[in-house]
């Protein structure tokens, strides 16, 4: 678990403001997904990337913009953020084509003021 | 797209008793299924999985049952322990990409 990490743990920021989330896996897995937990709805995906500069949107993108320029790394940006994007978020990494077991970050605990 | 139902929300066992989990998912194309447990405050932490291909899985005091045909499956967990309290995570997978759909959880609390 050690091999994907996660910064800042925790952050405080004001509605409208642009925050950047970090994801770093040294296991060099293809797959990296970011995710939110709230209570109440378990984990969903906001955005997924295969590769380097491959990405694709999860289930709730709106509002969040990722990039892929290196396969290490998979940073999420909330281009304004709003209350509503108080969560924690969850990077987690993959290894094989198709379905393979995913392995987390300690994730960011995120609140928006 | 995939949608995976999770039961029950809450569930209240006896150390040393069984507990079961059941999740029903939607998407027939979903071939991969895990578990995942998530102790307050930490990350969730995959603790056994299933392919379309199999059945049943076992792992020491956890097994997993898969129904293809009605599209559920089952985590069971036997002789519990108190330090099997936690949030439990059922998933499915649809597609060759792995993005997952996760159930909304179950709390289990393990009384002694």
Same mark, same amino acid.
């Given at each position: 678990?050690? =091999? @994907?990490?996660?910064?800042?743990?925790?952050? @405080?920021?004001?509605?409208?403001?642009? !925050?950047?989330?970090?994801?770093?896996?040294?296991?060099?897995?293809? #797959?990296?997904?970011?995710?939110?937990?709230?209570?109440?709805?378990?984990?969903?995906? @906001?955005? #997924?990337?295969?590769?380097?500069? @491959?990405?694709?949107?999860?289930? *709730?993108?709106?509002?969040? !913009? *990722?990039?892929?320029?290196?396969?290490?790394?998979?940073?999420?940006?909330?281009?304004?953020?709003?209350?509503?994007?108080?969560? *924690? #978020?969850?990077?987690?990494?993959?290894?094989?084509?198709?379905?393979?077991?995913? #392995?987390? =970050?300690?994730?960011?605990?995120?609140? *928006?003021? | 797209?995939?949608?995976?139902?999770?039961?029950?929300?809450?569930?209240?066992?006896?150390?040393?008793?069984?507990?079961?989990?059941?999740?029903? $998912?939607?998407?027939?194309?979903? +071939? $991969?299924?895990?578990? $995942? &447990?998530?102790?307050?405050?930490?990350?969730?932490?995959?603790?056994?999985?299933?392919? /379309? +291909?199999?059945?049943?899985?076992?792992?020491?005091?956890?097994?997993?049952?898969? +129904?293809?045909?009605? &599209?559920?499956?089952?985590?069971?967990?036997?002789?519990?322990?108190?330090?099997? /309290?936690?949030? $439990?995570?059922?998933?499915?997978?649809?597609?060759?990409? %792995?993005?997952?759909?996760? %159930?909304?959880?179950?709390?289990?609390?393990?009384?002694?």
């Amino acid at each position: 678990d050690a =091999g @994907i990490t996660q910064s800042p743990r925790y952050k @405080i920021t004001e509605t409208g403001r642009q !925050v950047t989330l970090m994801c770093h896996q040294t296991w060099s897995h293809s #797959y990296m997904f970011w995710y939110r937990q709230d209570l109440g709805h378990g984990l969903r995906l @906001i955005y #997924y990337s295969a590769a380097a500069d @491959i990405t694709d949107k999860g289930e *709730v993108p709106d509002g969040y !913009v *990722v990039s892929r320029s290196k396969t290490e790394n998979f940073p999420l940006t909330l281009e304004s953020a709003t209350r509503s994007q108080t969560s *924690v #978020y969850f990077c987690a990494s993959s290894g094989g084509q198709g379905a393979h077991e995913q #392995y987390f =970050g300690p994730g960011t605990r995120l609140t *928006v003021t | 797209g995939e949608n995976v139902e999770q039961h029950p929300s809450t569930l209240s066992v006896q150390e040393g008793d069984s507990a079961v989990i059941k999740c029903t $998912y939607s998407d027939s194309a979903s +071939n $991969y299924f895990p578990w $995942y &447990k998530q102790e307050l405050g930490k990350r969730p932490q995959l603790i056994i999985d299933i392919r /379309s +291909n199999v059945g049943e899985k076992k792992d020491q005091r956890i097994a997993v049952t898969l +129904n293809k045909t009605a &599209k559920h499956f089952s985590l069971h967990i036997t002789e519990t322990q108190p330090e099997d /309290s936690a949030v $439990y995570f059922c998933a499915a997978s649809p597609d060759s990409w %792995g993005k997952l759909q996760f %159930g909304a959880g179950t709390q289990v609390v393990v009384t002694p």
